[in-house]
């Protein structure tokens, strides 16, 4: 698969999942937590995940290919010796954190979601979003050679 070609695929799962957790955070969250009613984020994730999830694998597939190519030997991704190498470092780091968040949401918060419980979903969503941000941005300083 050519290079251009993974990158508009990567770019286009990370248009779906950083849009969505903007879109989610920014506006179906604050109502949900103005009326305290869980109602609107359940039917937003309903439909989201759909795509939302799909939008994810696909990163994650992509970026693996991509890291492999920017950055050959995957030991140096744990013990970074270019600076390509840490930035694909900081990607894994945060993709794990999205995983543990999404984890202890789906069997934790989601199963039993209420009005009580909406504020530690909010901080999920909120934590999420700002990672899948973050994740973008360490994403573009891959491509163009760093962060600054």
């Known amino acids: 698969m050519s290079h251009r070609l993974l990158v508009i695929l990567h770019l286009l799962g990370a248009a779906v999942w ?3 957790h903007l879109v989610l955070c920014l506006s179906v969250l604050p109502r949900a937590l103005r009326t305290r009613d869980p109602g609107p984020v359940r039917e ?3 439909g ?3 795509i939302g999830i799909p939008a994810l694998v696909l990163q994650v597939v992509t970026g693996v290919v991509l890291a492999l190519r920017w950055a050959p030997d995957p030991s140096t991704w ?3 010796t270019t600076p390509a190498a840490g930035l694909v470092r900081i990607k894994l780091a945060l993709l794990a954190t ?3 968040l999404a984890i202890d949401a789906r069997l934790r918060l989601v199963p039993h979601l209420d009005a009580p419980r909406l504020p530690a979903l909010a901080w999920h969503i909120v ?3 700002v990672i899948a941000v973050a994740m973008l941005v360490v994403g573009v300083g891959i491509r163009t050679g760093g962060l600054w």
């Open 18 to 20: 950083v849009g969505g």
């Open 127 to 129: 934590a999420v979003t």
């Open 78 to 80: 744990l013990w970074p």
């Open 48 to 50: 989201f995940e759909r």
């Open 44 to 46: 937003f994730e309903g």
């Open 98 to 100: 999205t995983i543990l």
